[in-house]
């Protein structure tokens, strides 16, 4: 049996890179503003997240997901070490195509098997059902209010985990994003600040370089850069290829190589992180004065129940 109730959304072997010397990880909690010392088994989980007893059958609960994820991890360990020992040797290339493949793979479900990918795909759904109500209910004269409609759109909580793996973390919607950052221009970035790298509960963060003003940022969005903290040290970094062309061809000219971050580079990546972070954010140790002061700046990127997305029609939102 390989199902448990205890169910992780970020890998506990790839936590394991952000450990202290005694084998223990420091986590801040956005909601409280806390921080404490937690061990690997307990960071990075939900009870039952992706137990789903018709998919699970007689393996235990959340074995379906989690032979999947064993599936796509084994490979991508190699690949990740490889690209580790890569840049501690500071040579040039650090992945061939296949190794990229692998990880992109990684890369794709690590971005869809969290909570907050959940949220994106409960609240994207319960959008269109809006809708659709809403509209019929206009074209047919009937006087439905917003909050009927909101209620009866409402996906109810024990159905969380169908919907995910229907809709989210599905064989087309995995091998769409694998493609999409597949695509990208990918770099890796050695930290030589005295600051370590945070990771988080969604590791997968990024940021539009184009301004898109009402308008939502994903993984193909033409300005978009990802970054997927692979250790304390190192941040592997992804462009959108046709920007990179078009404003940023030192991008181009140093793909698949290893460069130094300073201070700036190494605070905007812990930015990305903080923002990116539905709750939790882990690091080797208690550094987290700048995760503090940003969401004392910004108070509603703690604030787990905020909208990700709204609809709005003639001047109303539905």
Known sequence: MIGSKKQHYVPQLYLRSFTSGTGQISVFDKATRRSYASSVRDAGHENHFLSIPELDGSAGPGSHFEALFQEVEAPAA????????AAEEHRLMFLDQGEREILARFLAVQFLRTPE????????????????MSIKARQNAMEWDHKTISEAARIPVEKYARVHAQFGLNPEQIATIAY????????VMINCSDHPFYTSDNPLAFHCHVPRPGRGVGI?????????????RLMLTLVHRGYARDVAPNWLESEGMVGEGND???EYYRWMQIVSA?????????DFTLAREVCEQEP???????KRMEVWWGGQEL
């Open 220 to 232: 193909a969005t033409y300005g978009v850069e990802v970054a997927f903290p692979l250790s304390p």
């Open 78 to 85: 190699i690949a990740l070490a490889n690209v580790v020992s």
């Open 117 to 132: 990918a959940r949220t994106r795909v409960i609240e994207a759904l319960e959008c269109l059902t809006r809708s659709i």
């Open 180 to 187: 999409a950052l597949d695509s990208h221009v990918w770099r």
């Open 278 to 286: 539905r709750r939790f954010l882990f690091a080797p140790r208690d």
């Open 264 to 266: 700036g580079n190494v």
């Open 300 to 306: 509603d990127l703690c604030d787990m129940d905020r």
